[in-house]
């Protein structure tokens, strides 16, 4: 069983910059490939960035590559998202997740995932 805890999110204005940080509970969380989704209003859950267990594969969507910086610290249990450059179309709710075993073609689906946090708001003002 992994808990995933989100932190960091806030209210910014367009062109700065968040870092958001996700703590994992367990002893397994360096065998999980971890991974940021996010939910606006009215919109489907959507895959933003994810890292492989051992932190050398990353992986993006088009729409935050060049902007956002996924990362782990596995000796913290912790995952990191970089935010910069934020855009208002950037507003949502930020899950993390984890899976025990998936493949690259199926990282960004998030029927995958094993484990979720309960998320945290980003807003960005124009």
């Known amino acids: 069983q992994v808990q995933l805890v989100e932190a960091g999110g806030g209210l910014v204005q367009a062109g700065d910059s968040l870092r958001l940080s996700c703590a994992a509970s367990?002893?397994?969380?360096?065998?999980?490939?971890m991974g940021w989704f996010r939910q606006a209003p009215g919109r489907e859950r959507e895959f933003v960035a994810a890292?492989?267990?051992?932190?050398?594969?990353?992986y993006y969507a088009d729409s935050v590559k060049g902007r956002f910086t996924i990362s782990r610290d596995n000796a913290k249990n912790t995952v990191y998202l970089q935010m910069n450059s934020l855009k208002p179309e950037d507003a949502a709710v930020y899950h993390c997740?984890?899976?025990?075993?998936?493949?690259?073609?199926?990282?960004?689906?998030?029927?995958?995932?094993?484990?979720w946090g309960r998320g945290t708001q980003v807003t960005v003002s124009s």
């Open positions: 997740a984890a899976a025990g075993s998936i493949t690259a073609a199926t990282v960004p689906i998030s029927d995958e995932y094993d484990y």
């Open positions: 367990g002893r397994t969380f360096g065998q999980y490939l």
């Open positions: 890292i492989s267990a051992t932190g050398l594969t990353t």
